[in-house]
């Protein structure tokens, strides 16, 4: 497997000598630096594509830095700008901050200030890029196909959905709960001849088994205590389209004998009525576990199995194909936002955590789920720190010390924010953006009557 390319470093700065040592440096820390003598020369290479940092001196010849840093804003708002100032550009250096800049670095500067900055600002940049990244690609899944996904089991699915789209086969669809079953018998109703007709979904778990019959077969006025009236049963009600029969495996027996005679005679008997109707209908059956196991189909007929089982399609639960969970969520999360009316937030590192290493025992499901608590602000995550480690650098160590001092407070201070700012001596903006970067939810340390509300409301 190839190692990540080195993130790219813009570095503009006139002088020769503090390009080429500040080349060295950001080398040393693991970046590519890409150095630029003036501002004109970089403006013609920085757009909105550009993945990496930009560290500029303000003081340039023909376009300064803060010029520099506004074509760049304009370009691309996300795209984080350091500017190293001398002592006498440090109040144009503050109104650059206040306009939208990352950083600034008076000379002269340490190394590891520059290298603490850089990376604190190319993290940023990770999470924007790899935001945009997946919207792209959630935009394009949405348009070619509702069963998203990279990953070659998903891309086979596809195929083969279209393969047998228009085939006259009955279908057994294999997947844990959540996983997607119902929307692969839909998928499979629309690309095929059969789309104009009915797509009628049933639960066969969700219904006594004398309801379950009426509802699948349909009865004859009088035909047993309480039919009043003829009732057309789902799969006379399916006819010239689509049958899903979810929970396949919970059907009894004498209804699995009903359901064998239909796929077998393509017709259909009323309950009380001994008349057959014909019936031209494809049957989607679903279960949670694979009926193809003797021991996981001990009530389940092993003729009607094998009638079913002409074509099998088995949907992966989320845990096998981690790579499509940040495109799912992206999808949905975007859904969710326009259903709500919100805006579509920025991801945090703790949720960029949880979707890379929580089960999903829930499935596609639950994703969904989350994504819609993620839009409305209530994905609760107290992301623990990284721990420590003996090898970490320098700015690593002070930014895990810095979490625990922020955690430290809000613990003393029972998550009350103003008596929090006042102990640690920063304003709030800052405070949030710190608890944002290291993955720390305040609500977590809160007591009744210690929360950040407005004194009306108190």
């Not at 596609?364 to 995550?381: C, I, K, P, Q, T």
Request: aromatic share 6%; proline share 6%; glycine share 6%.
């Amino acid at each position: 497997m190839n190692a990540p390319r080195p993130l790219p470093i813009a570095f503009i700065d006139d002088d020769q000598d503090l390009r080429e040592a500040n080349e060295q440096t950001l080398l040393l820390a693991g970046f590519r630096p890409v150095l630029f003598e003036s501002a004109l020369e970089a403006l013609e290479v920085l757009d909105e594509s550009f993945e990496g940092v930009v560290v500029t001196d303000l003081r340039m010849p023909e376009i300064d830095g803060m010029e520099l840093f506004r074509r760049l804003r304009a370009r691309d708002a996300d795209l984080p700008v350091i500017l190293i100032t001398g002592h006498g550009d440090i109040a144009t250096a503050v109104e650059a901050m206040r306009e939208g800049a990352y950083d600034f670095l008076a000379k002269p500067f340490a190394s590891d200030r520059l290298i603490q900055s850089v990376r604190r600002a190319a993290e940023k940049r990770r999470l924007v890029m790899e935001n945009r990244r997946l919207r792209l690609a959630a935009e394009a899944a949405q348009t070619a196909s509702p069963l998203m996904g990279e990953a070659p089991v998903m891309q086979r699915l596809r195929e083969t959905l279209k393969a047998i789209a228009d085939a006259d086969v009955d279908v057994l669809v294999i997947g844990e709960t959540g996983a997607g079953k119902e929307l692969v018998a839909d998928q499979l109703h629309r690309l095929g001849r059969r789309r104009d007709g009915h797509f009628v979904a049933l639960n066969c778990g969700a219904l006594p088994d004398t309801v379950l019959e009426s509802e699948l077969f349909g009865h004859e006025s009088g035909a047993f205590t309480g039919a009043l009236k003829k009732r057309v049963g789902l799969i006379e009600h399916s006819n010239g389209g689509t049958l899903f029969l979810d929970e396949i495996e919970s059907m009894s027996l004498g209804a699995q004998t009903r359901l064998l005679r239909v796929l077998e005679q393509r017709e259909v008997t009323p309950l009380g009525s001994n008349k057959a109707r014909p019936v031209d209908l494809r049957v989607v059956a679903a279960a949670k576990s694979d009926l193809g196991d003797p021991q996981h189909r001990l009530t389940f007929r092993e003729d009607l199995f094998h009638r079913l089982n002409v074509v099998t399609l088995r949907i992966p639960p989320l845990r096998e194909r981690r790579g499509d969970v940040p495109l799912l969520f992206t999808f949905f999360l975007g859904q969710a936002c326009r259903r709500f009316q919100r805006e579509m937030p920025a991801l945090s590192d703790a949720i960029h955590r949880h979707l890379a290493t929580h089960e999903w025992p829930g499935n596609v499901r639950e994703l969904m789920h989350f994504a819609e608590r993620v839009a409305l602000g209530l994905a609760d995550l107290d992301a623990p720190p990284p721990p420590t480690r003996e090898d970490a650098t320098l700015p690593e160590r002070l930014e895990l010390y810095e979490a625990e001092l922020i955690r430290n407070a809000l613990t003393q201070h029972k998550g009350d924010v103003r008596a929090t700012l006042q102990a640690l001596g920063i304003p709030r903006k800052t405070f949030y953006d710190k608890l944002q970067r290291y993955g720390i939810n305040r609500a977590s340390f809160e007591v009744p009557g210690s929360a950040d509300i407005p004194t009306t409301l108190k």
